[in-house]
């Protein structure tokens, strides 16, 4: 049976360390969430350090920028590892490739350093996502025919943002993942280091013990987010307590007629995926 608390408070008791989603959480895209910046000011202010753990596929420094003008504190956040800093590993090995590169100009930036060469599907060693070229227009069945040929030559996919689909203002828009998974109907095979894989958590992980200046009890760090099939099995995954943010990319679906948090429905949302959370709340409070 899920927790549902009134509000993050009510858990400072029972955890010293949060690592928490980003996107869908504390702002969507267009602007923050007010209430849900102070409650992490709050637990930072109070309880532990706030890992901010984003699948993100641009590394962490190139992210800040946006968060600052979205208007997240920076008080509300000790550290910030997301998936493009755990892709770059997986990029490193294959360098110099060639890679056929997906995605817009903006996430460039995961690249930089690596001296990786370019080409198209035809004569790519491998496939590096991060998302739609266009995201605001196109859908992944626009990249079918050339994801194809990748497949059939039996190319690796690199995906550095495993999200399916995120919340930009009232939208959903498609993300890397969603690629990935036509990719891998098609045959081929994809490599993720962001969440729900192990890679971002062990970053992350590593983070808040250098924070603490010693070890982390696992048993006392909970995990933030609002992706069942990303950040609650991620959680699930690594055996660490979640707090599933179930308004998030699910807008009102977990919300009865009353206009509170309905348990059987968010039941059903994890129970579709078969995976169970340890809390649950409908938008991040204190």
């Known amino acids: 049976m899920t927790d549902l608390p009134p509000g993050l ?29 102070q409650a992490l000011m709050n637990w930072r202010a ?27 504190p920076r008080e509300a956040w000790s550290a910030f590892v997301t998936s493009g800093d755990a892709t770059r590993t997986l990029l490193a090995e294959r360098a110099p490739g060639p890679a056929w590169i997906v995605g817009p100009e903006r996430d460039f930036t995961l690249y930089e350093g690596l001296g990786l060469e370019t080409a198209g599907p035809e004569a790519a060693a491998f496939v590096a996502v991060t998302g739609m070229v266009d995201d605001e227009n196109e859908a992944p069945s626009d990249y079918t025919d050339r994801l194809a040929i990748a497949a059939e030559r039996g190319l690796t996919l690199i995906c550095a943002n495993p999200d399916r689909v995120v919340q930009r203002g009232d939208r959903l828009i498609y993300c890397g993942g969603s690629l990935a998974d036509l990719y891998e109907s098609l045959g081929g095979q994809v490599l993720m280091a962001g969440k729900p894989f192990a890679p971002i958590y062990d970053l992350a992980l590593a983070q808040a013990a250098a924070l603490k200046g010693g070890p982390v009890d696992r048993t006392r760090v909970l995990c933030i987010g609002d992706g069942v099939i990303t950040d609650v099995k991620g959680a699930h995954d690594q055996q660490l307590a979640c707090l599933f943010i179930a308004k998030g990319i699910h807008g009102e679906a977990a919300i009865g007629a009353d206009g509170k948090l309905d348990p059987t429905k968010v039941a059903g949302l994890l129970a579709a995926e078969n995976l169970g959370a340890t809390h649950a709340m409908g938008d991040l409070v204190w």
């Open 9 to 37: 408070s009510t858990l400072a008791d029972r955890y010293d360390v949060l690592l928490c989603d980003v996107w869908g959480v504390i702002h969507n895209g267009v602007e923050s969430y007010p209430e849900a910046c």
């Open 46 to 72: 109070h309880h532990g350090p706030v890992i901010l753990i984003s699948n993100s596929p641009r590394p962490s420094a190139a992210v800040v920028e946006q968060l600052d003008a979205l208007g997240v």
